[in-house]
Every structure is written in structure tokens, then in C-alpha cells.
């Protein structure tokens, strides 16, 4: 897949043409870089089905950038990012990555004090020099030192939507290889933690392990081999602009359900299970459960956990937070599943700034088996995403009105993903949303006002009849933006006892709730929605990734609003 390679040469382009003032330009590779990295389905797939037309069906991609991917797909290369790499210092890029900053403030801090590294700005900052200079104030060095930190632990850490199809592409690829029992993934992507620091993969090996080590150490992407031996391999993979490693263990067939429960942590949960097995007279390692030097359980992890004494627990609950506990009593929640799911209401379409139909997108979900489709494009105040006005909104009533009468064997609900002005109000007016089937509430601005105040903005938007779903309640991206301030707790009480739900965002960049949050909603009483956010259909897979939110914070089917089926739901929404 070479989605996220093209993605990083779209921004570092974007950032370039930045430095030298170019106008426009730089917002559109930004924007196709994004799209492209969150593409699901490779981009070569993409260029095989149509060529450049097909991939100016991906949102922000025109036909300039069509043609350079195409390059980059045929020759390995972008010959004008080429070009316009060799007129910036390398650390400077890293620099205008920055959150808070960004490029322009970048360029003057080169020129004025010559930053040209992270480094010499983290110097800078801490010496007081970056406040002296017109423009920036203290709070702005505050604001750089915070963000470089957030840049360091973010280089740790990589998105569960980047790190989950890396370890399967692996795991696939290492399958086919000769003498291959069994592989599985381990560690935190099987617990499908939101970001991953590395992937751990174990294997089952008939004969040597010769082969797929050597297979291992030579996948795509390889750019450092740390370790190579015959029990345990370790590699650095670049994918676009990520670096992850990866590590790659054999396991004897009796110990490998041990060592699996073992590389699958946390850490916390391990150690708890350990003492429990001391106090049970047994011993428990990577190797097995022991009673003396006899093996009791290993083979497999479910007789791990059955020999301590619990049932099995859900890797996605294994964090030590009461769920061993609940395993011993058989009280562990039944997660809910994605197969629960029985519709998405967070979609845009290409009236805003999705890039299918109305009529696509409701194919696209009928194929996948869904009940309902919500669309629930842009409001007007989003001019950048195309945000519909009075008379487009009207529209779109009339045209999926007439979509309803083509596409059978799926009910299309029409909703709206309308903005909460920073005054609480809502983007249109009662006589627009009583109109539709529901309304989803957005704050997409002033992310910086003080706690009370975005309590009290939200709040207000919340007393609205209308409003059913709160949208990525806290607005963070991951390794982008940090959550604005609100007081949760007051709007769980809130939603909880209005009937709103609040929204699961299951876009890869966002999972907002977050698990911890989604934990609170639950216990709160508070009812969530898993929506994926889709700008495009290949987008509803991400339904993957706010399932496992919703099982890490201890989700059943009954807390979860589009597992209901049509008609209980429309029923809700009255
Ligand atoms: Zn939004
Ligand atoms: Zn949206």
C-alpha cells in the first residue's frame, strides 16, 4: 500500500511551497495528502481500476495532483518535489509541522534567530529568546515547548488506523511463507489501543524458522534491521511519514496461547494475573501455568485464563481497570460487535465535503448490510467544507426524497452535522431542523475558549429539541490537536437526561470519545453512537475502529444507539 508514502509527499510539498509564499497550493496538497492517508483502500487499487480519472474521484484530488500520483505510482517518484526538496534546510520542515506555529511563524523564526531544528527552537524556547521577537509572546513559547513535546511522544506512538493495516499486510504476507503454523498479532494493536508504539507479531513455526526471517527482515518498507535471529527479529518499517518496529517472535506450539497472553499486555493486567496465580500456589509465565515444574495451561490462552480460574477476557479489556475481577464472578460485559451495527449517522456526501452521491453512499451502505444511512452533511456556516445553506438544504430534502423512491432495501435518514455558533446557537433555525429526521451538533471553531465557556456554548446548544447526536465531543486529533476544554461530566448528565447521544467518531484521526470518556458515558447512563465520519465510502470501514473504542470503554449493544434497528430507532428519535 503506498498511501501514506504519497500522503507525506503531498504535505512536505504543501509545506515547502508554504516557505516561498505560494498561494492556494499549499491548502490543496494538505488537503489531498489527508485524503490519501486516510484512504482505506491502497491507492495502486485505485489507479488499476481508472487510472487518473478514478483518482480524481478521491476528495481534494484535481488533476495536477491525479498526474503526480500516477508519477509516483509509476516511477517511484515526484520529480517537482524533488525539485523543491533541495530549497530547504531539512530540520525546518519538522519545525513547521509544529501545532500552534506553523509555517509562517516557522520561516521568521529561521530567518530572525536561525532555528532550523527542533532542537535549536526547544533551545530557543526555554532561553526566553522566541518571546523577545515581534509577534510571539510568552504564552506562544509555552505553546512551542508543549507542542514539541506532544511531537516527541507523537513520534513514539502512531494511530491505530495507520499501525492495525500494517500489522495485517505483515501478518498476511508472513502466512504464506513455507512451514508457517499459526501467526498472530500481539501487544497493543490486538488490544486496539488508540495509538501503538510497535507492533508486535508471534509465530508458530514447523522446521526452521530460516525462511520467514529472512522474508520477515525483507518485507516493504524495511529501512533498519535492529535484531535477526531464529527465535526473535526486530525491523524499523517507514511507512509514509511513520517509522514503526517491529518485532517478530517464534513460539513452541505448547507455549504459544501463554506467550500470546503474555505479548499481549498490558502490562498492568500481566502482573495482576501473575500474583493471582502465586497466591493460587502456581506459577504463570510466557511459557505457561505451572503448578511446580508441571505445565497446566499453555497451548492455548483461553486455558490460561479458565485454569486461573476466570473466563477469558477480551483483549481490549485487559488494562487492569476491574476486569479481571469481573471475570472471576462471570460478570464481564458482553461487548458489543461490529456486526451489531445496524446503520452509520455521520456521512457526507458530495454536497459538502464528501466526494460520493447521496445515492452512492446509500449503495455502499446497503452493501456492507446496514438497516439506515444517515447523511448528515456540512451546515452553512462551514464554508470551507461546503456547508449547505437554507435554500441547498431544502434541496437536498427534495433530492433524497426522490433517492428514497430509487433506492430500496435501505431507509435513507436525513440529518444534518450543523455547527454550534460560538454563542450556543445552532447554524440553522427550527423551521430548517424540525424538517429533518435528526440533527447532529458540531463545534468545528474557536477551540481555545475557557472551560466554562465551551461548557456553557454546548450546553446551550443542547437544549435545543432538535439536536440528537453531540459530534466529537472534545475535538481532538490525534497527535494534531489536543481536546478542547469542557466539563464532560456535565454533559454526560446532560445527554443522558435529554435523550442526545454522544458520538463514538470513528474517523482514525479522531476516535473522539475516547475509551476512558466512552467508560464514563456508560457508566453515566449515557447513550453513544458509533459514527464513522465518512467523506468518502470506502470511509465506512472505519465502523472497525470506533467498535473497538466502544469495547475498550466497556460497551454492550444497549448502549449503543445504531444497534437498534430502524424502527426502534426512529422511535428514539422522536
Ligand atoms: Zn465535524
Ligand atoms: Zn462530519
Known sequence: MKNLEIAAIFYAMADILELQNVQWKPIAYRK????????????????????????????????????KTEEYLLTGRVAEYERLKKKIPK????????QGLGPKKAIRLYKELKIDSIDALEKAAREG?????????????????????????????????????????????????????????????????ETIGDIDILAEIEG????????????????????????????????????????????ESNSFGAALQYFTGNKEHNIELRKLAIAKGMKLNEYGLFK?????????????????????????????????????????????????????????????????????MANAAKKIGYEYIGISDHSKSERIANGLDEKRIEQQIEAINEIRRKVKGIKILHGSEVSILPDGSLDYGDDILKR???????????????????????????????????????????????????????????????????????????????????????????MLCINTDSHAIDHLGYMEYGIAVARRGWCERKNILNCMGHEDLMKWLE
Open 208 to 251: 526452521h524458522s530460516k525462511e520467514v526471517m529472512d522474508r520477515f527482515v525483507a518485507l516493504q518498507g524495511v529501512t533498519n534491521i535492529l535484531a535477526k535471529g531464529e527465535k526473535k527479529s526486530m525491523v524499523m518499517i517507514r511507512k509514509g511519514k511513520y517509522d514503526i518496529q517491529v518485532d517478530l517472535r517464534i513460539i
Open 436 to 526: 429533518l429526521d435528526y440533527v447532529i451538533a458540531a463545534v468545528h471553531s474557536r477551540f481555545k475558549s475557557s472551560k466554562e465557556e465551551m461548557t456553557k456554548r454546548i450546553t446551550k446548544a443542547l437544549e435545543n429539541k432538535y439536536v440528537k447526536i453531540l459530534a466529537h465531543p472534545t475535538g481532538r486529533l490525534i497527535n494534531e490537536r489536543m481536546p478542547y476544554e469542557v466539563d464532560l461530566d456535565r454533559i454526560f448528565e446532560i445527554c443522558r437526561d435529554r435523550r442526545i447521544a454522544m458520538e463514538i467518531n470513528s474517523f482514525p484521526l479522531r476516535l473522539d470519545l475516547n475509551d476512558v470518556y466512552v467508560r464514563k458515558a456508560r457508566d453515566y447512563g449515557t
Open 292 to 360: 511446580g515444574d508441571k505445565q497446566i495451561a499453555g497451548k492455548e490462552e483461553r486455558e490460561v485464563y479458565s485454569k486461573l480460574g476466570m473466563e477469558w477476557i477480551p483483549p481490549e479489556l485487559r488494562e487492569n481497570k476491574g476486569e479481571i475481577q469481573a471475570a472471576m464472578i462471570n460478570k464481564l460485559p458482553e461487548l458489543v460487535e461490529l456486526s451489531q451495527i445496524k446503520g452509520d449517522l455521520h456521512v457526507h456526501t458530495d454536497w459538502s465535503e464528501g466526494t460520493a452521491s447521496i445515492e452512492e
Open 32 to 67: 489531498a495528502a489527508r485524503s490519501i492517508e486516510t484512504l482505506s483502500e491502497p491507492i495502486e487499487e485505485v489507479y488499476k481500476r481508472g487510472g487518473i480519472n478514478a483518482l480524481m474521484e478521491i476528495p481534494g484530488i484535481g488533476e495536477a495532483i491525479a498526474k
Open 129 to 193: 529568546k522566541i518571546a523577545k521577537l515581534e509577534g510571539f509572546k510568552e504564552k506562544s513559547e509555552k505553546n512551542i515547548l508543549k507542542s514539541i513535546e506532544m511531537i516527541k511522544k507523537g513520534k513514539e506512538r502512531i494511530m491505530l488506523g495507520v499501525a492495525l493495516p500494517i500489522a495485517r499486510e505483515i501478518v498476511q504476507e508472513l502466512k504464506n511463507v513455507k512451514g508457517v503454523k499459526r501467526i498472530e498479532i500481539a501487544g497493543s494493536v490486538r488490544r486496539m489501543v
Open 91 to 98: 530540520g525546518l520542515r519538522e519545525i513547521m509541522e509544529l
